[in-house]
């Protein structure tokens, strides 16, 4: 076991776990900040998908001790209303069906927008390649993305 500091939305967060662990499991089991979904445990679905500083990863295959001192946001974390652009995108075209996979959607697509905030339909769907959503509500979900690149571009 090892003491870490996570800094987790914003705030510092000490666990004591073994280094190898993934850190989807610190997130779920040690802190409780279940939002992080676990689909597969190969790195394939996208469920688990967190941003690490800027860029979305997917936190099942990333062990604790690789983070180092970079900032881990969860999908508790985007917005403290839930109403960032992307989530409330997901509402106005009611993409969710089961919604097992959506905090990994909405967290891929999220940093989409950071690093590209007027994507076209083929740099949306090369960006989302490899977030499965078993209920296939893909059309809804790039048609979502487009949305919240009009509110991004506004502000």
Same mark, same amino acid.
């Given at each position: 076991?090892?003491?870490?500091n996570?800094?987790?939305n ?49 936190s ?28 409330? %995108? ?12 959506? %905090? ?52």
């Open positions: 076991m090892a003491l870490f996570l800094k987790i914003g705030k510092t967060q000490q666990v004591d776990v073994d280094p190898a662990t993934p850190l989807l499991w610190v997130l779920r089991d040690h802190l409780n900040l279940v939002g992080t979904k676990y689909g597969c445990g190969i790195a394939q679905c996208g469920a688990c998908t967190i941003h690490l500083g800027e860029i979305a990863m997917r099942c295959q990333i062990p604790v001790s690789a983070v180092g001192e970079q900032a881990i946001t969860t999908i508790e974390g985007l917005s403290e209303k839930g109403d960032h652009p992307v989530q409330q %995108a997901w509402l106005e075209h009611d993409v969710a069906q089961c919604g097992y996979c959506q %905090a990994g959607q909405i967290m891929n697509a999220s940093a989409l927008l950071k690093s590209n905030p007027n994507p076209n339909d083929a740099e949306i769907e090369s960006a989302m390649n490899g977030n499965i959503c078993r209920c296939a509500t893909y059309l809804r979900i790039k048609a979502a993305i487009k949305t919240a690149a009009k509110s991004v571009a506004k502000s």
